[in-house]
């Protein structure tokens, strides 16, 4: 049973583009959404995370949109450069169970 | 300050045998997750220990076992290696168990290699 979709799985944006990334979740308990940028051969790092409280968070080019009502939530990369081009996951987490549920990932290209 | 830090990055093993994965957790940090990460499964998670206690146990076979130490260094360890067993293992600590508000941070990882 995957808890978190995430779409596309891959994705190709030209420089100064705007990226989207989508997730949906099943589990109503979660209640913190973090995004993951992996780059080949390095693990997952922290980029931007938010809590059902808000609609949106904004940390410079990367913003999180989410709609607690359709189970949704979105990262926006504004400006997208050929530096982004990574792995991004979605992830989700909350309730009794503190380990964090991945979406399958989306493979971002960003041409010059 | 350092980050989290994994060791061995590279293993290679035969079906049959076993592997122990070492993980430092950053200063401060008393939990610690391992994940599993394949091209198929994508990340999956494994195990959480905090305060030397495991805490949380994915749905993996019971050749997977880890260990916390009271300096909140962990161990992962994986019995009768199997060629699907073959991935990349992170680790990810925070300061107190994930979840709410909790970062995980995440280590490079041990890539594992069973021939």
């Known amino acids: 049973q995957q808890q978190v979709k995430q779409s596309p799985q891959s994705l190709i944006v030209q420089k100064g583009g705007i990226s989207i990334i989508n997730c949906a979740y099943e589990?109503?308990?979660?209640?913190?959404f973090p995004w993951y940028q992996q780059f080949p051969g390095k693990g997952p790092a922290l980029l931007i995370a938010?809590?059902?409280?808000?609609s949106e968070k904004k940390e410079g080019r990367f913003t999180i949109s989410f709609n607690k009502s359709a189970n949704q939530f979105s990262l926006h990369i504004m400006d997208s450069q050929p530096g982004d081009s990574a792995t991004y996951f979605c992830?989700?987490?909350?309730?009794?169970?503190?380990?964090?549920?991945f979406g399958k990932g989306t493979l971002l290209t960003v041409n010059p | 300050k350092a980050g989290v830090t994994q060791t061995p990055r590279y293993l290679i093993k035969t079906r049959g045998q076993q592997v122990t994965l070492s993980c430092s957790p950053i200063?401060?940090?008393?939990?610690v997750s391992w994940y599993q990460q394949t091209p198929g499964q994508g990340l999956q998670f494994l195990f959480e220990?905090?305060?030397?206690?495991?805490?949380n146990k994915g749905n993996f076979p019971g050749r997977f076992s880890g260990r916390q130490f009271s300096n909140s260094r962990s161990e992962m360890n994986v019995s009768t290696l199997e060629l699907g067993d073959s991935a990349l293992y992170l680790c990810?600590?925070?300061?107190?168990?994930?979840?709410?508000?909790?970062?995980?941070?995440f280590g490079d990882g041990t890539r594992l290699s069973i021939l």
């Open positions: 990810a600590s925070s300061l107190i168990p994930g979840g709410s508000n909790q970062p995980q941070h």
């Open positions: 589990n109503t308990a979660f209640d913190y």
């Open positions: 938010i809590r059902p409280d808000v």
């Open positions: 992830a989700a987490s909350g309730g009794s169970n503190y380990k964090l549920t």
């Open positions: 200063s401060g940090h008393r939990s």
């Open positions: 220990y905090f305060s030397e206690t495991q805490r």
